[in-house]
């Protein structure tokens, strides 16, 4: 599903976030990637979401090389991927099932489609009954939640989260993380960014550690299985 290919990032200036990453995400796959701020974990989620391009190397993404992706290809290629972030980006003046239906309005699907869609995706993260609130009247749990469901209302082959617990109490971290869990359980790829170490060592996942641009290979020197150092 996510192929790096001795990737780097440089920024004007002269600044590397990333430094020739080789690292595969095998389809149906979830991993946790860490490291101290500025290592590079939301440099490396922006190159697979082609929010930023990747200086040098390949990023291939469910067989497609987004080298080669060009402007009008994008919408398409996005359509696969569900993005969450920890300041939510929700549209405030709109309710929450406007919030959670405007990627599929903007695919073209029929209204009879988009309140399916939206419904399904609401109560899978159990805010169905909130659909006509908007955002500012929800905690910052709930709010979290409709920006999950949002990312998933098009069915998308590929999850990535920027910290999206990272204004949570531990409780509701966990809530959140189990959402992740159960969209794998059903084939959906899940790449996380996270602070949260003590959370995700509970789960049974890959652990990809950054450190000043580059992926630790821990113990196992294996550049395909990193894991986190105990």
Do not use: C, W
């Amino acid at each position: 599903m996510i192929l790096f290919d001795q990737v780097s990032k440089r920024y004007q200036g002269g600044n590397e976030a990333l430094s020739n990453l080789n690292f595969h995400l095998h389809p149906g796959e979830m991993a946790f990637l860490t490291g101290h701020s500025g290592a590079g974990k939301s440099t490396l989620l922006k190159l697979i979401a082609l929010i930023e391009r990747a200086s040098t190397g390949n990023v291939i993404i469910g067989g497609k090389n987004l080298n080669k992706v060009g402007r009008h290809t994008l919408p398409y290629l996005r359509r696969n991927m569900g993005i969450i972030f920890q300041d939510y980006q929700l549209v405030y003046d709109r309710t929450v099932f406007d919030n959670v239906a405007l990627p599929l309005i903007i695919s073209g699907f029929s209204s009879r489609e988009v309140k399916k869609r939206v419904h399904a995706a609401l109560d899978k993260v159990g805010l169905l009954r909130f659909e006509k609130k908007y955002p500012i009247t929800l905690s910052g749990g709930e709010q979290q939640r409709v920006s999950i469901a949002r990312a998933v209302v098009n069915k998308p082959a590929l999850l990535l989260a920027d910290e999206a617990t990272g204004n949570l109490d531990p409780d509701l971290s966990r809530e959140i993380m189990n959402l992740f869990m159960a969209f794998n359980q059903v084939g959906v790829t899940v790449l996380i960014a996270t602070h949260d170490i003590p959370l995700i060592k509970q789960l049974d996942k890959r652990i990809m550690q950054l450190s000043h641009g580059q992926l630790n290979p821990g113990k196992t020197g294996n550049t395909d299985q990193f894991m986190l150092d105990s």
